[in-house]
């Protein structure tokens, strides 16, 4: 993986724990970012069509951006 990774996390979002430990364990840099989920215009809102946590954003060299929404996807990703 190359690039930057930002996590759009809620802190007592189970899901969100996961994806936190997962990148801990794996020792991949990244920024937390802490969104919440009830707020209709926050950055979970313009990233998740379901406005829930977690969200893991990407952006490589080359300027290609991906989002990956909820745990399980995040964590398949990161295999």
């Known amino acids: ?5 930002r996590l759009y996390h809620f802190a007592l ?12 364990e794996k020792a ?10 009830w707020d209709p215009d926050g950055p979970l809102a313009s990233r998740n069509p ?8 990407l952006a490589d060299d080359k300027g290609v951006q991906v ?5 399980r996807p995040i964590l398949e990703y990161l295999e």
Do not use: K, N
């Not at 991949?28 to 989920?37: K, Q």
């Not at 379901?50 to 954003?57: A, H, K």
């Open 28 to 37: 991949i840099a990244f920024d937390l970012m802490d969104a919440s989920p």
């Open 67 to 71: 989002i990956a929404c909820g745990a």
């Open 13 to 24: 979002d189970p899901g969100s724990r996961q994806v936190r430990l997962a990148l801990a």
């Open 1 to 5: 993986m190359t690039g930057r990774l």
């Open 50 to 57: 379901s406005g829930l946590p977690p969200v893991l954003e």
